[in-house]
């Protein structure tokens, strides 16, 4: 039995998981730091998720070789 696509879809999930849950926690972290309110909270956390968010996405592809989304394909 091949489980190849289904190691792929676990990585997939969890490494998406690992993302959310940390880009989570340091732009809570850094919200709770620089004291901000109101909507002017939203909107720099929405930036800064997003933010850590695809950078860890994309440093988790450098380090373990992994393909969340294949824009490298050529």
């Not at 926690?25 to 998720?49: D, P, Q, R, T």
């Amino acid at each position: 039995m091949n489980f190849a696509p289904v190691k792929k879809w676990a990585v997939f999930f969890f490494g998406i998981l690992c993302a959310i849950i940390i880009a989570d926690a340091v732009s809570l972290l850094i919200l709770s730091v620089a004291g901000l309110e109101g909507w002017m909270k939203f909107l720099v956390n929405f930036v800064l998720y997003a933010i850590f968010f695809f950078a860890i996405l994309y440093a988790l592809e450098k380090i373990f070789h992994i393909e969340f989304f294949g824009f490298n394909k050529k």
